[in-house]
T-cell receptor, first 113, second 118 residues
């Protein structure tokens, strides 16, 4: 069956450290993968997109990698800050260009001062 | 930047009543919008794709007669939860894509509507 999985356990790290979140997928062949941030009681906000032919993408303190062999994407936040505390969702388009996105269940990150 | 507005942000209703949720793209036109449902600590589940001027496309397992979707203009889609019951209580979120984001399928989300059915 098709699955997109994120570590459902909350990730607690100390301010200043690098947070690494994982997204694994099964039985999909996505052309790209996206990462969103969701704060409690709010809608998700787009952060980064990485294509299947890109190994790494960076935006300020954020870095995303995409390994189509492992069927995995890693999301890194360097020099983490308490304001980075939120739930991070990965998402992929299942097929074609219908506009649909399938989301992982999200990983909640808590950065402690 | 692209802004999607959702209203209301919170609604409490009695069992058996209907509730309408609005999703507006404020500074762009959207021929399609998407409606999601999210339970606590769970992922967003796509319910349906709202198509301007035509019928919505529902995901498997979503009742069309229960969740009525209308996309009457290029900036407004509405979701009506008919004859709501406590099990319909959830967080409903809409999204849309401005023309600049279509190629990458980047979605802009509303703030969500928390529905509580008593």
């Amino acid at each position: 069956s098709q699955k997109i999985e994120q570590n459902s356990e909350a990730l607690n790290i100390q301010e200043g450290k690098t947070a690494t979140l994982t997204c694994n997928y099964t039985n999909y062949s996505p052309a790209y993968l996206q990462w969103y941030r969701q704060d409690p009681g709010r809608g998700p906000v787009f952060l980064l997109l990485i294509r299947e032919n890109e190994k790494e993408k960076r935006k300020e303190r954020l870095k995303v990698t995409f390994d189509t062999t492992l069927k995995q994407s890693l999301f890194h936040i360097t020099a983490s800050q308490p304001a980075d505390s939120a739930t991070y969702l990965c998402a992929l388009a299942p097929s074609g260009n219908t506009g649909k996105l399938i989301f992982g269940q999200g990983t909640t990150l808590q950065v402690k001062p | 930047g692209a802004v999607v507005s959702q209203h209301p942000s919170w609604v409490i209703c009695k069992s058996g009543t209907s509730v309408k949720i609005e999703c507006r793209s404020l500074d762009f036109q959207a021929t399609t919008m998407f409606w999601y449902r999210q339970f606590p600590k769970q992922s967003l589940m796509l319910m349906a794709t709202s198509n301007e001027g035509s019928k919505a496309t529902y995901e498997q397992g979503v009742e069309k007669d229960k969740f009525l979707i209308n996309h009457a203009s290029l900036t407004l889609s509405t979701l009506t939860v008919t004859s709501a019951h406590p099990e319909d209580s959830s967080f409903y979120i809409c999204s849309a894509r401005p023309p600049s984001a279509l190629a990458k399928n980047i979605q802009y989300f509303g703030a969500g509507t928390r529905l509580s059915v008593l």
